[in-house]
């Protein structure tokens, strides 16, 4: 098995490199040929002529699109009778990009990488299969979420690491910080007055769901979010202790919890700073809007978008530290040499 993944990393290498021309082309896509100079119309656009399965099509770019280079590739569309220019076709790019992915952990990981490819596939499948089409009929966001947090936890737990005392420990500890994170995600967001619409992307759903769906979305995607945080934190407790329990059998379940706890201590620091930063990271817009703007502290704390940022944010860390000891009491009792 072993050689048998890095034999498919191999053969998946020229993905990689031909992926514009392994891709066929949508007949919603052209090239590029010409662009002519902006027009100063009602709405200033430039006409574009474009290269494409049906021939050769005009269409109109309105200046506040991305900017337009011949011999790009470029999406059109139908409105009204008239051809608008759309976004870059970025798909073979993505295609690229992920196949790069997957060789890259088949390389590295080999069968456990896999595995973990396979849970990754699988949790895709859980989400736009079950989640957003359960919420889209109305069902309760935070309900699915737990579900699909439950399903998803095991099929990746078991094929990542094996059915093995380690994978469900890990599961065990997962669930609870879970519960402490949905719990801290429905209190914090009541006090501080969270209505889920804080987001731009929320805009254009409010024809499609509740006004009142918004808000319990929100805490669905704080849960969501936590999962894959916690399914690396849990692992690795459990994994320290159980080697810990190897390396001397007589160890009680207070000596294993302690030794653990030392290594889990580094585990919490590093991460909570991985996630904080990885929030920021993403708010950095916002908050180069904010201070452009010269929004006042104050002011600043009270806007929905970023006080929604700072909660899942605190949330999410909150439930990730949790884990820690969580998990470590687990394993230890179940290491315990006493036993």
Same mark, same amino acid.
Not at 139 to 166: E, R, T
Not at 281 to 310: K, T
């Given at each position: 098995?072993?050689?048998?993944?890095?034999?498919?990393?191999?053969?998946?290498?020229?993905?990689?490199?031909?992926?514009?021309?392994?891709?066929?082309?949508?007949?919603?896509?052209?090239?590029?040929?010409?662009?002519?100079?902006?027009?100063?119309?009602v709405l200033p656009h430039h006409t574009v002529v474009l290269s494409t399965n049906n021939g050769s099509v005009s269409a109109l770019a309105y200046a506040g699109s991305?900017?337009?280079?011949?011999?790009?590739?470029?999406?059109?569309?139908?409105?009204?009778?008239?051809?608008? +220019?759309?976004? =870059?076709?970025?798909?073979?790019?993505?295609?690229? $990009?992920?196949? #790069?992915? %997957?060789?890259? !952990? @088949?390389? *590295?990981?080999?069968?456990?990488?896999?595995?973990?490819?396979?849970?990754?596939?699988?949790?895709?499948?859980?989400?736009?299969?079950?989640?957003?089409?359960?919420?889209?009929?109305?069902?309760?966001?935070?309900?699915?979420?737990?579900?699909?947090?439950?399903?998803?936890?095991?099929?990746?737990?078991?094929?990542?690491?094996? +059915?093995?005392? =380690?994978?469900?420990?890990?599961?065990?500890?997962? $669930?609870?910080? #879970?519960? %402490?994170?949905? !719990? @801290?995600? *429905?209190?914090?967001?009541?006090?501080?007055?969270?209505?889920?619409?804080?987001s731009e992307e929320t805009g254009f759903l409010l024809d499609t769901l509740p006004r009142e769906s918004f808000y319990k979305l929100m805490l669905a995607g704080m849960i969501i979010g936590s999962l894959g945080v916690l399914d690396d934190i849990t692992i690795s407790q459990a994994s320290i202790v159980e080697e810990?329990?190897?390396?001397?059998?007589?160890?009680?379940?207070?000596? #294993?919890?302690?030794?653990?706890?030392?290594?889990?201590?580094?585990?919490?620091?590093?991460?909570?700073?991985?996630?904080?930063?990885?929030?920021?990271?993403?708010?950095?817009?916002?908050?180069?809007?904010?201070?452009?703007?010269?929004?006042?502290?104050?002011?600043?704390?009270?806007?929905?978008?970023?006080?929604?940022?700072?909660?899942?944010?605190?949330?999410?860390?909150?439930?990730?530290?949790?884990?820690?000891?969580?998990?470590?009491?687990?394993?230890?009792?179940?290491?315990?040499?006493?036993?």
């Open positions: 098995m072993k050689y048998l993944t890095t034999i498919v990393a191999i053969l998946l290498i020229p993905v990689i490199f031909l992926s514009t021309k392994l891709i066929p082309v949508p007949d919603s896509v052209g090239r590029v040929e010409s662009v002519s100079e902006l027009k100063d119309d991305s900017k337009i280079n011949v011999g790009e590739m470029v999406s059109y569309r139908d409105e009204g009778g008239a051809m608008i +220019v759309g976004e =870059k076709y970025r798909l073979p790019s993505l295609v690229s $990009l992920t196949v #790069l992915f %997957v060789v890259v !952990v @088949l390389l *590295v990981s080999g069968t456990h990488g896999a595995r973990s490819l396979l849970g990754l596939v699988f949790s895709f499948v859980v989400i736009f299969k079950f989640v957003l089409p359960q919420i889209l009929t109305g069902s309760n966001p935070i309900a699915v979420a737990l579900l699909a947090s439950i399903v998803i936890l095991m099929v990746s737990y078991f094929l990542s690491h094996g +059915v093995n005392s =380690k994978s469900i420990i890990a599961i065990v500890g997962t $669930l609870g910080s #879970l519960i %402490v994170t949905g !719990v @801290l995600a *429905v209190g914090y967001g009541n006090l501080v007055g969270l209505t889920g619409l804080g810990l329990k190897r390396a001397n059998h007589r160890l009680r379940m207070s000596e #294993l919890f302690i030794s653990a706890m030392r290594v889990g201590h580094d585990h919490i620091a590093s991460l909570v700073n991985t996630l904080i930063l990885v929030y920021a990271g993403s708010a950095l817009p916002l908050l180069l809007l904010f201070l452009v703007s010269q929004i006042g502290y104050v002011d600043l704390l009270n806007y929905e978008a970023l006080a929604e940022e700072i909660v899942r944010t605190l949330v999410a860390s909150i439930g990730l530290v949790s884990a820690v000891p969580l998990t470590t009491l687990i394993a230890s009792y179940w290491y315990d040499g006493s036993r």
